[in-house]
């Protein structure tokens, strides 16, 4: 018997594949089928089962994709009602993988069709759960993206409360936890670092698996402090109920290679944004006008869901050399599949064919320090998270979080030089390359974010408060 873990940094998701006797299951796989069909084959394998945990909000799952390839049937639990075949479970329902069996535990809660697999070896020992968005390392799935008219999140909480307690609970503490997500999924908001761990553990250390917690108390942490969920969720939701286009389709469509003159000419003749994936210092010192900058590097598909609100929106990229497939492979996971180009020579191409070139000012800080010795009033935007600034920040920074940017427009300064700032420098080139799009153009990005003011010791900033200390007294 072998489990494998297909973890996947950029989108904080766990895939699943599973082997017995020259059988294979896979659960919640990503939308590139590829690995998954090549690992069956390196095995001598076959691909008997495709499972669902749920209808997922943050990506595009591979199910179509693998099912079609495979012929493996598309297994979803209880409430599924999906656009296309699939086999939906009743709960309680046993499946067979070789000498492994997989039962499909009903957890609605998260959302309402909501499945955990236990899998139990050739002795009935129940072994591994894979849990989905029902229970991650650290925290549960957040109850408030799968609402309909007549269930509030509340009533969502509810139930998950007893999927919980009369379902997962029970199983045996040795049981090793499989979740779908990790820390950085906006699935949830207190998940571990760590992707698996004992059941036993997560009922001593998992705030919502307390055994005296009442149905009240659940309800009341586990609604607290959710952020609002990017707006692309509902339409990944969407695409993988009712279907979606081959991936191999949509590689091959956006693979098309234009000169500069092309590139400028449908980029003016289309509603296309420009797109560019380079890291955040390399775009501040040239970029085409206009264009917005996602790194790579860091939470590139989560970013773009929460920047770019419509999926279907047309997309022309720049990337560094090579890194083309790469960029349109991570947007497809969650989605948008309508690039319609690539610049051919990436932006040293743009440059050299005397196209207009842009800029971004950007400063240490250790600049800023100096800067801010002259002038204590410089106007400094603070654009990490509300719980990342109130734990500690600039004294006098105006936080004005990127997730938002959008609905923010209005609130950042136009006609006096603003200082941004995130974390680290990724998300604030962000930032100012949004806003530059729009028009501002008194802006200044500072170089490694607030870890570098913070290890420069020379700019005031507010007394640390406990991100956890913070959320306690949120919920009072």
């Given at each position: 018997?072998?489990?494998e873990?297909?973890?996947t940094g950029c989108l904080?998701q766990?895939?699943?594949y599973i ?8 659960i ?6 590829t690995p998954y069909?090549?690992r069956?084959?390196?095995?001598g ?7 669902e945990?749920?209808f997922?909000a943050?990506f ?8 079609k390839?495979?012929g ?6 209880p409430?599924?009602?999906?656009g ?6 009743t ?7 070789g000498k492994?069996t997989?039962?499909a535990?009903h957890?609605?809660?998260?959302t309402?069709?909501?499945t ?5 070896d050739?002795n ?6 894979f849990?989905g968005d029902?229970l ?8 408030d993206?799968a609402?309909?008219?007549d269930?509030?999140m ?6 998950l409360y007893?999927?919980l ?7 045996p503490?040795e049981?090793i ?8 999924s ?7 670092k760590?992707?698996t761990?004992?059941?036993?553990n997560q ?18 942490e586990?609604?607290a ?13 969407q695409m993988?109920?009712e279907?979606y286009e081959s ?12 000169s500069?003159?092309?590139f400028?000419?449908?980029a ?9 994936t ?8 040239g970029f085409?006008?206009n264009?917005?900058?996602i790194?790579?590097g860091?939470?590139?598909a989560p970013w773009?869901g929460?920047l ?5 929106q ?6 560094e050399?090579g ?11 969650v ?15 743009w440059?050299?064919?005397?196209n ?6 950007s400063?240490s ?5 100096s ?6 009033n410089?106007?400094i935007?603070?654009v ?7 734990a500690?920040?600039?004294d006098?920074?105006?936080n ?8 923010l427009m209005?609130?950042f300064p136009?006609?006096e030089?603003?200082?941004i700032h995130?974390?680290g420098?990724?998300r604030s080139m962000m ?7 729009r ?11 607030f ?11 507010t ?9 306690k007294?949120?919920?009072?």
């Amino acid at each position: 018997m072998k489990i494998e873990q297909i973890y996947t940094g950029c989108l904080a998701q766990g895939a699943y594949y599973i082997e017995s006797e020259g059988e294979v299951a896979v659960i919640d796989p990503l939308r590139e089928v590829t690995p998954y069909i090549e690992r069956a084959a390196r095995d001598g394998a076959k691909i008997k089962y495709v499972f669902e945990t749920h209808f997922h909000a943050d990506f595009v799952s591979g199910h179509l994709d693998l099912s079609k390839k495979t012929g493996a049937p598309i297994v979803y639990g209880p409430n599924a009602k999906t656009g296309f075949e699939a086999h939906i479970a009743t709960d309680g329902e046993l499946f067979s993988v070789g000498k492994m069996t997989l039962k499909a535990i009903h957890t609605p809660g998260h959302t309402l069709e909501s499945t955990c697999y236990l899998l139990m070896d050739e002795n009935g020992q129940e072994k591994a759960l894979f849990s989905g968005d029902t229970l991650f390392i650290g925290d549960v799935g957040r109850p408030d993206l799968a609402q309909k008219s007549d269930l509030t999140m509340d009533d969502l909480a509810g139930f998950l409360y007893d999927s919980l307690r009369n379902k997962i609970m029970t199983l045996p503490n040795e049981v090793i936890v499989y979740p779908a997500h990790g820390a950085g999924s906006a699935c949830g908001k207190n998940m571990s670092k760590e992707t698996t761990d004992t059941l036993g553990n997560q009922k001593m250390f998992n705030y919502a698996l307390r055994a005296d917690m009442t149905k009240a108390e659940f309800i009341k942490e586990v609604t607290a402090g959710l952020a609002k969920p990017p707006q692309y969720f509902p339409q990944n939701v969407q695409m993988n109920k009712e279907g979606y286009e081959s991936i191999d389709t949509v590689m091959k469509r956006a693979a098309q290679a234009l000169s500069p003159s092309a590139f400028e000419a449908a980029a003016n003749e289309t509603g296309a944004v420009v797109l560019d994936t380079r890291g955040a210092q390399l775009f501040s010192k040239g970029f085409i006008p206009n264009s917005i900058n996602i790194g790579l590097g860091g939470q590139f598909a989560p970013w773009v869901g929460a920047l770019i609100p419509d999926v279907k929106q047309e997309l022309l990229l720049v990337t560094e050399k090579g890194k083309t497939q790469e960029s349109i492979l991570r947007l497809a996971r969650v989605g948008y599949d309508n690039v319609i180009g690539y610049l051919d020579g990436g932006f040293d191409a743009w440059r050299e064919s005397g196209n207009e070139v842009d800029e971004i000012s950007s400063i240490s800080a250790d600049e800023l320090a100096s800067r801010l010795e002259k002038d204590k009033n410089l106007p400094i935007i603070d654009v990490r998270k509300p719980s990342e600034f109130s734990a500690e920040h600039i004294d006098g920074a105006k936080n004005l979080p990127l997730d938002n940017i959008n609905d923010l427009m209005a609130e950042f300064p136009k006609k006096e030089t603003m200082y941004i700032h995130c974390a680290g420098g990724y998300r604030s080139m962000m930032a100012a390359s949004i806003l530059k799009s729009r028009g501002y153009d008194n802006l200044v990005d500072i170089d490694g974010g607030f870890a570098a003011i913070q290890k420069l010791g020379r700019i005031t900033t507010t007394d640390f408060v406990c991100p956890s200390t913070l959320k306690k007294s949120g919920d009072d």
